[in-house]
Nanobody
Framework: QVQLVESGGGLVQAGGSLRLSCAAS????????MGWYRQAPGKDRELVAL???????HYADSVKGRFTISRDNAKNTVDLQMNSLQSKDTGVYYC?????????WGQGTQFTVSQ
């Protein structure tokens, strides 16, 4: 079982930047597919970005060019750098780890983009 702990949420003004981090433990991090998901108020959870164990990335169309996902296998962390934030980016952001044995989710971190 992989344990995931997100951090970095808070309040940010529109147009600003924020960096989220997810720390993993309990499994060999370098073998995990990692991802960030978000859930806006009243909406379903949706994919934001993925990064494979080899470093390949995939982004939702809504965040392409604004968000960057990265991983540090030495520190067992995956980060999400978010720039040019918009009110529609508000929500709870979750870290997800995928491996052959299943998936694990973090508890989520909330941030709000204010106008």
């Amino acid at each position: 079982q992989v344990q995931l702990v997100e951090s970095g949420g808070g309040l940010v003004q529109a147009g600003g930047s924020l960096r989220l981090s997810c720390a993993a433990s309990g499994s060999r991090f370098s073998t995990l597919m990692m991802g960030w998901y978000r859930q806006a108020p009243g909406k379903d959870r949706e994919l934001v970005a993925l990064i494979s164990k080899g470093g390949s990335t995939h982004y939702a169309d809504s965040v392409k060019g604004r968000f960057t996902i990265s991983r540090d296998n030495a520190k067992n962390t995956v980060d999400l750098q978010m720039n040019s934030l918009q009110s529609k980016d508000t929500g709870v952001y979750y870290c997800k780890a995928t491996r052959l044995g299943g998936t694990s989710w973090g508890q989520g971190t909330q941030f709000t983009v204010s106008q």
